[in-house]
């Protein structure tokens, strides 16, 4: 095995060596633009009508790609004449602001809109902030796709520069101009994800990093920072300000995961109040989907501290997908207090799904070859197999600021997820598509809660600054389940069979299958020093895991209680102002096994499994373009039995490369785009015959091209595109079967106009555009996704 100290020093000259040619390969350069170089950009085609303020400035912005930071109660009640015709940004945003007595000025690719009364001292590019706190949403960077910062679990929000990791942010802007569903259908675009479940069935999975999350389980996605408190099986997109992807474990500063992923963590941050907000949207979906949106969102009291923000969807029709219909539903309601020393917040949501004839990943019995892939049209499931869902969900958080260096806080968040379906796992029993299924009446009862409290606080030492943040948190969760089983038909992927209807019963009863709690206690420690051009960020975790099974009768069978501790250690560096390289050793955590009863040391509890990384990166912001690189690489362990004994000795070892960018590329053209290489090996097996393998289900490379652009000769029109692709990868380890590799395109348009005074955008894309026939993955448990048929979208969203 190479020494990973000089595996690291040369992957971190490679990589900055690829970060100083990046920019001028795009002919961007390497410095940052200045504030006079942004603000004296080329006339553009304005067509804006008189409105709110704050609409015309949020538009201007993103037109000339610039991020727009304003107090929004400054913005309050104030309206912007039309702006029309051909003219500079910063000629708009002069019209825009006449007579309402406040200034705008673009620093850094941010349009800063202040009252006139504040010197333009104050607002000088040489201007130094203070770091972002908390609680603080990094603001969107240029093109407004992407936010330049993240979540870093207990640690708050971080910008991109200051942060030790890989964490992608995607903005409610791309959220909306994609389309968005679910949060699988925004994460699929990130090169270093990929999907392992199919659209069309009623669950969700992914693989981040060459690792499951919520591949054999479900309940992975953090909601605003908490586990245990978005829905279980399948998270919307309508309610989504930011959803993000934090790249490699992080049980240190997310706190372990419910299932123990280990290769990231995706997190969906709500929607706020931030300006009044009235928005409708008319949706439809191939092949016969209607639905519709509504997004409201107003400011109430004397300072407009307290918000309330309700987001509404609704669809029903056929799919892509034969035999299916679908009908889901979802409320979001979100209410927030902004006091001088108390901030509280409180989301509550109501979402349900109902599919007939749910498509289902299929298992790949011993022995048979991997067919060709089916039209992703077919579909094997019955018209009489269903699914039904729902899920409710609540969070409160409160922070409140007990000196001018401390902060309070604490969070509560609860989930219920009830199921009842019939419809089961099909088997691939011969190359030629033959399928056999069980299909199996069941009802699923999951309860889930998350509590967490603690301290911030700042203070110095000398030249160093301190962030200090003292963590407690617990997790709760328990599954009741009850199955009756139906009968064995069968069917073929290519010639699905119709059969006769099963009337199978639900269950009379539901039992208890299991209960966990995961609790611990934090200490993190980020000290800064050199006017923060060097960031150390120290961590430690003591986490306690305990899980019981239940019996039939409801006693308990089995029980698991046991603690680990997990360390973090992160560091940034920034030679200069608009490049960071950065550093950091992290671990995950999972429950550990017990050894099974055909083994001879049957019932030993084994520690919980640690997964590890060691990544090195460089980020490069070009002033409107974000490149990064990153070098990772993660080991985690698994258990296996060896000469009839269990023993925790096997070893999965991911080492990758990252390169991406995203930004605003020239005048009328953004893009996120990047590449992931993956080199995951079996380092330990029991056996010869999988030892040195390639692990199941990862792509020795993942890419994704996406980019729009402002179509010049026609104002308000924009083209977009993305290019997937994934590398062949293997089901089983013994890599004697395979998938081949596959590239979809996917191409889009909107256009931005008028109707009776009202802002109007119509979006229609098409996804899969070639209607390429694919097996999107391979799970853990050897199960082949269907790649999603051509699918057509089209939506138009007035502003009132």
Known sequence: MPDLHLLSQHTLVLAVRAALLVGPALGLGFAPQSALAQAARPAQAFDIPAGPLSTTLTRIASQAGWQLS????????????????????????????????????????????????????????????????????????AGGQMARGGRLGMLGNVDTMDSPFSVTAFTAQSIQDAQATTVADMVRLDPSVRSS?????????????????????????????????????????????????????????YGMSPNGAG??????????????????????????????????????????????????????????????????????????????????????????????????????????????????????????????????????????????????????????????????????TSSSGNTSVLPVAAIFDVQRSSLEGGLRGRFETGALKHRVTLQFSRYEDSLGRGTVNGRTYTSNLYNPIDQPAQDVALPGSVLKQSANTLSGVALSDTVSAFDERLQVILGLRQQNVNSENYAASGAVSSSYDKSALTPMLGVVFKPLNHVSLYGNYIEGLAKGDSAPMTALNAGEVFAPYKTKQHEIGVKVDHGRLMTMLSAFQI??????????????????????????????????????????????????????????N??????????????????????????????????????????????????????????????????????????????????????????LAIGMPRTFQLSATVDF
């Not at 945003?93 to 104050?122: N, Y």
Request: avoid cysteine.
């Open 263 to 428: 290769g990231g963590t995706i997190n969906v941050v709500p929607k706020r109040a931030a300006n009044d907000l009235t928005q409708v949207r008319g949706d439809y979906l191939s092949d016969g989907q209607l639905g519709g949106h509504v997004d409201v969102a107003r400011r109430f009291g004397p300072e407009r501290q307290f918000g309330v923000r309700f987001n509404g969807a609704y669809q029903n029709g056929d799919t892509a997908l034969d035999n299916q219909s679908k009908r889901t539903s979802l409320g979001a309601l979100a209410l927030d207090y902004q006091g001088e020393k108390l901030k509280a917040t409180l989301d509550l949501i109501d979402q349900r799904e109902n599919i007939d004839a749910p498509s289902r990943r299929l298992w790949l019995n011993n022995g048979v070859a991997v067919p060709e892939a089916p039209d992703g049209r077919r579909n094997t499931t019955q018209s009489w197999e269903y699914s039904r869902s729902d899920e409710q969900s609540a969070l409160l958080r409160l922070e409140y600021e007990a000196a001018e260096q401390l902060s309070v806080f604490g969070s509560f968040g609860t989930a219920q997820t009830d199921v009842e379906r019939l419809f089961n796992t099909p088997s691939i």
């Open 70 to 141: 304003v107090n929004a109660a400054l913005l309050a009640g104030k309206n912007a004449p039309a702006i029309a015709g051909s003219m500079s940004a910063q000629s708009a945003i002069e019209q825009a602001l006449a007579g309402s007595g406040l200034d705008g000025v673009v620093v850094g690719g941010e349009l800063r809109v202040r009252p006139r009364s504040e010197s333009e001292a104050t607002l000088s590019p040489l201007t130094v902030t203070a770091a972002m706190q908390p609680g603080e949403l990094p603001k969107a960077y």
């Open 197 to 253: 479940g199919m659209g069309a069935d009623n669950a969700d999975a992914f693989f981040i990093r060459g690792f499951a999350v919520g591949d054999n389980n479900t309940g992975e996605i953090a909601f605003d920072g908490l586990y245990g408190v978005g829905p279980n099986y399948r998270v919307m997109a309508d309610y989504a300000e930011r959803i993000e992807v934090l790249k490699g474990p992080a049980a240190m500063i």
């Open 635 to 692: 080991t985690r362990p698994s258990g296996q039995l060896s000469n009839n004994v269990y023993a925790v000795d096997g070893e999965q070892r991911n080492r990758g490369i990252e390169l991406s960018a995203f930004g605003a590329a020239g005048d009328g053209v953004r893009l996120y785009s990047g590449i992931t290489w993956i080199d995951a090996k079996l380092t330990q097996t029991n056996s010869a015959a999988t030892q040195g």
């Open 694 to 783: 390639t692990a199941v289900g990862v792509p020795g490379v993942q890419a994704s091209f996406n980019a729009e652009w402002d179509v010049p000769v026609l104002s308000g029109l924009t083209v977009s595109g993305s290019v997937l692709h994934s590398g062949k990868q293997y089901v089983d380890q013994s890599n004697s079967r395979q998938l081949p590799a596959w590239t979809t395109l996917d191409l889009g348009a909107r256009y931005k106009t008028s109707l009776v005074g009202k802002n109007v955008v119509w979006r229609a894309n098409l996804r899969n555009a070639l209607d390429k026939e694919y097996w999107a993955g391979a799970s853990t448990w050897s199960t």
